[in-house]
């Protein structure tokens, strides 16, 4: 048994090589733009089939999400690339005939009958999508088709007129284009900009502007945590009974003046009465029974899945992130005070922020006759200014620190420290008089 969340997102997709329109590649992933990277050999993984660099770049010309579990997204996956085997579609309705192929052993004369995968073009493809999404077993699902190519939309457009029969008017069809200049350039960058924890690049539609991640249900979350704690007066909207999470599965109702709660089995019995279709199993949508509202039951599922099973995603989900402090521009103030700490070495080490305006006026200041190179590196003429012998001759990974004959900024910004020398140059270097 599968104690994983459902994921917060899985999606069926059509990959086209770049090259050669005719190359064509389904699969199913929880990150699309991950696995587009992966395909195109910019990150580790891929497939066999998109190996070839004569077919890189590969684009994704659509995706289907929606999918209620990751069990189910790999079964419209099977079904779309063996839509001529699958037992979704009825016989008489089938697109793509099954073909056979005979061998005949030169020794023995046996003949061998392998039934063969038909070669599928663009138009086959999107036609038995349409035909899958019509299907009883996907129909009832909340799915979605996101098209990226105008170009494979309107082949969409073109097979949805010839067709017969409709999809079902509540599953989404839509064109989202990101406009950039470049495919190959676009599958570059995309890992880029959008985040590691899969969150969309600001400002960006398209395969970047996805949200693969549970930010979406962050409130609902949050919701349904505070309003189980206090179980002791909640009761279930439809039963009127206690709700109790540890001794059965409730849902909240995500509306955030609604404090609806409901026993999962209450809710769908609730959905499939108002539902007139023939033999339900799963409910898709319903209203609330307090705000009336209209839930869906696959995001009512996910957050309650979240909830009991997925510890360590609430845990990443709900940690602040982390926020990069901006370096302070330096002031004549700061200026000032690195230049007396400087020249007073028994004074006591103030909180000060070193940075490259603060050390190259001094560096261009110092006398040129007091630098001599040598072999070994740089020698510097011992003065009364033992600070700034000390300071260049420190490794480059103490504070505040000077590579020899370059300025190297520290890698920590924050109060500077004791500046100890550990096997120096200076050491080695001969003084001269």
């Given at each position: 048994?599968?104690?994983?969340?459902?994921?917060?997102?899985?999606?069926?997709?059509?990959?086209?090589?770049?090259?050669?329109?005719?190359?064509?590649?389904?699969?199913?992933?929880?990150?699309?733009?991950?696995?587009?990277?992966?395909?195109?050999?910019?990150?580790?993984?891929?497939?066999?089939?998109?190996?070839?660099?004569?077919?890189?770049?590969?684009?994704?010309?659509?995706?289907?999400?929606?999918?209620?579990?990751?069990?189910?997204?790999?079964?419209?996956?099977?079904?779309?690339?063996?839509?001529?085997?699958?037992?979704?579609?009825?016989?008489?309705?089938?697109?793509?005939?099954?073909?056979?192929?005979?061998?005949?052993?030169?020794?023995?004369?046996?003949?061998?009958?392998?039934?063969?995968?038909?070669?599928?073009?663009?138009?086959?493809?999107?036609?038995?999508?349409?035909?899958?999404?019509?299907?009883?077993?996907?129909?009832?699902?909340?799915?979605?088709?996101?098209?990226?190519?105008?170009?494979?939309?309107?082949?969409?457009?073109?097979?949805?007129?010839?067709?017969?029969?409709?999809?079902?008017?509540?599953?989404?069809?839509?064109?989202?284009?990101?406009?950039?200049?470049?495919?190959?350039?676009?599958?570059?960058?995309?890992?880029?900009?959008?985040?590691?924890?899969?969150?969309?690049?600001?400002?960006?539609?398209?395969?970047?502007?996805?949200?693969?991640?549970?930010?979406?249900?962050?409130?609902?979350?949050?919701?349904?945590?505070?309003?189980?704690?206090?179980?002791?007066?909640?009761?279930?909207?439809?039963?009127?009974?206690?709700?109790?999470?540890?001794?059965?599965?409730?849902?909240?109702?995500?509306?955030?003046?609604?404090?609806?709660a409901s026993h999962i089995t209450c809710l769908s019995s609730r959905f499939l009465g108002d539902q007139s279709l023939v033999d339900p199993v799963i409910p898709k949508e319903g209203p609330c029974p307090k705000c009336n509202g209209t839930l869906q039951w696959v995001d009512l599922v996910k957050e309650l899945s979240l909830r009991i099973r997925g510890k360590p995603e609430i845990e990443k989900l709900m940690k602040k992130p982390r926020v990069r402090k901006s370096k302070a521009a330096p002031t004549d103030e700061s200026v000032s005070i690195s230049m007396a700490s400087r020249n007073d070495s028994t004074d006591t080490e103030e909180d000060l922020q070193i940075s490259e305006e603060d050390t190259v006026p001094e560096l261009r200041t110092m006398d040129v006759a007091s630098i001599i190179p040598s072999d070994d590196g740089w020698?510097?003429?011992?003065?009364?200014?033992?600070?700034?012998?000390?300071?260049?001759?420190?490794?480059?990974?103490?504070?505040?620190?000077?590579?020899?004959?370059?300025?190297?900024?520290?890698?920590?910004?924050?109060?500077?420290?004791?500046?100890?020398?550990?096997?120096?140059?200076?050491?080695?270097?001969?003084?001269?008089?």
């Open positions: 048994m599968d104690t994983r969340p459902i994921p917060a997102f899985y999606c069926c997709y059509l990959l086209r090589s770049t090259v050669r329109h005719a190359n064509l590649y389904i699969g199913s992933t929880p990150n699309p733009v991950r696995r587009l990277r992966q395909h195109n050999g910019f990150s580790n993984g891929g497939a066999a089939k998109t190996a070839r660099d004569t077919l890189r770049p590969w684009e994704m010309a659509c995706i289907v999400t929606g999918f209620p579990s990751s069990v189910a997204a790999l079964q419209f996956e099977w079904a779309w690339q063996n839509t001529h085997l699958t037992r979704r579609i009825a016989e008489d309705q089938r697109i793509t005939i099954r073909e056979t192929r005979v061998r005949t052993s030169p020794k023995t004369g046996r003949t061998r009958r392998r039934p063969v995968r038909p070669r599928a073009s663009l138009t086959n493809l999107i036609s038995n999508l349409h035909l899958l999404l019509r299907v009883p077993s996907f129909a009832r699902w909340p799915l979605e088709v996101r098209f990226f190519r105008e170009d494979v939309y309107r082949v969409w457009q073109r097979w949805a007129e010839r067709s017969r029969t409709d999809i079902n008017h509540e599953t989404k069809v839509s064109l989202d284009i990101d406009p950039s200049p470049d495919v190959a350039d676009e599958v570059q960058v995309s890992g880029r900009e959008q985040s590691k924890h899969g969150r969309p690049a600001v400002g960006r539609t398209g395969l970047e502007g996805l949200n693969v991640t549970y930010a979406g249900l962050k409130s609902h979350l949050e919701k349904g945590i505070f309003l189980l704690a206090e179980s002791e007066g909640t009761s279930c909207a439809i039963c009127t009974e206690h709700v109790d999470e540890k001794t059965g599965m409730v849902v909240v109702c995500p509306v955030s003046d609604c404090r609806a020698q510097y003429q011992v003065n009364e200014d033992d600070d700034i012998i000390s300071m260049t001759s420190t490794r480059s990974d103490t504070p505040g620190a000077f590579r020899a004959g370059s300025l190297c900024r520290s890698p920590r910004q924050g109060a500077i420290s004791e500046i100890v020398i550990e096997e120096s140059d200076w050491d080695y270097a001969e003084i001269l008089s």
